[in-house]
């Protein structure tokens, strides 16, 4: 896959008159890491080819596969491929991090719709943030690619969640009390557990749950 990816890359970045860091810039990535895939130093990340293909007209099998003897416009294949929203905000898996509120999403990732349908989701439910902090650790770490699933905003004991309060987000475990209160439960055991009264805090707002993490391999 890293030969023809990197050559469709080239082809993309000729079509477009674009240099490495030109492309870096349009797609959201750092042009470092942009060239380090061009020079064949690291493997063409997941996230990477989400990015382009939310970015530029191209079909998915032309890009990863070179299936195609010329760029195909990915409206052909809309109905294998579902572009999720992603919100330049990020979600504390420590002591909280600044709310995204009304903000517009930056770009859009793809995913499969197969994929989505074998889980059950749907692609109006969902959008993509970034964690932030090593209170999740080993589940989730900083940086990581957090879909959340906006319809499961009922906590289940156990399952991960994104939590707003006011202008803070937190991603954790929910456990609830018997009290009607909230536990928020970090899966790195230096972190203790925070406790979440919702009659002090009525603002208290479960965004959704965590259905899938991306990780950014070094």
């Given at each position: 896959?890293?030969?023809?990816?990197?050559?469709?890359?080239?082809?993309?970045?000729?079509?477009?008159?674009?240099?490495?860091?030109?492309?870096?810039?349009?797609?959201?990535?750092?042009?470092?890491?942009?060239?380090?895939?061009?020079?064949g130093k690291q493997r063409p990340p997941f996230d990477m080819l989400e990015k382009?293909?939310?970015?530029?007209?191209?079909?998915?099998?032309?890009?990863?596969?070179?299936?195609?003897?010329?760029?195909?416009?990915?409206?052909?294949?809309?109905?294998?491929?579902?572009?999720?929203?992603?919100?330049?905000?990020?979600?504390?898996?420590?002591?909280?991090?600044?709310?995204?509120?009304?903000?517009?999403?930056?770009?859009?990732?793809?995913?499969?719709?197969?994929?989505?349908?074998?889980?059950?989701?749907?692609?109006?439910?969902?959008?993509?943030?970034?964690?932030?902090?090593?209170?999740?650790?080993?589940?989730?770490?900083?940086?990581?690619?957090?879909?959340?699933?906006?319809?499961?905003?009922?906590?289940?004991?156990?399952?991960?969640?994104?939590?707003?309060?006011?202008?803070?987000?937190?991603?954790?475990?929910?456990?609830?009390?018997?009290?009607?209160?909230?536990?928020?439960?970090?899966?790195?055991?230096?972190?203790?557990?925070?406790?979440?009264?919702?009659?002090?805090?009525?603002?208290?707002?479960?965004?959704?749950?965590?259905?899938?993490?991306?990780?950014?391999?070094?």
């Amino acid at each position: 896959m890293s030969l023809i990816f990197i050559d469709n890359i080239r082809a993309i970045m000729e079509q477009e008159s674009m240099s490495a860091a030109a492309f870096a810039a349009k797609i959201g990535e750092k042009t470092s890491r942009v060239n380090d895939v061009l020079q064949g130093k690291q493997r063409p990340p997941f996230d990477m080819l989400e990015k382009i293909l939310s970015t530029f007209d191209v079909d998915a099998r032309w890009l990863i596969l070179g299936d195609n003897s010329q760029i195909r416009n990915i409206s052909n294949d809309s109905d294998e491929f579902a572009l999720i929203p992603m919100y330049d905000v990020e979600v504390s898996a420590g002591s909280g991090a600044v709310a995204y509120g009304e903000i517009e999403p930056t770009h859009r990732l793809a995913f499969r719709r197969d994929w989505l349908a074998s889980r059950g989701l749907y692609e109006k439910d969902l959008h993509v943030v970034i964690a932030r902090g090593d209170s999740m650790e080993p589940t989730i770490h900083g940086k990581d690619t957090l879909l959340i699933d906006t319809s499961k905003s009922t906590p289940r004991d156990g399952h991960i969640y994104v939590i707003r309060s006011g202008d803070t987000l937190w991603v954790k475990r929910i456990q609830r009390q018997f009290d009607k209160s909230l536990l928020l439960i970090s899966d790195n055991t230096a972190y203790p557990p925070l406790p979440l009264n919702l009659a002090e805090h009525p603002d208290i707002q479960v965004i959704g749950q965590v259905v899938n993490v991306s990780k950014e391999l070094n």
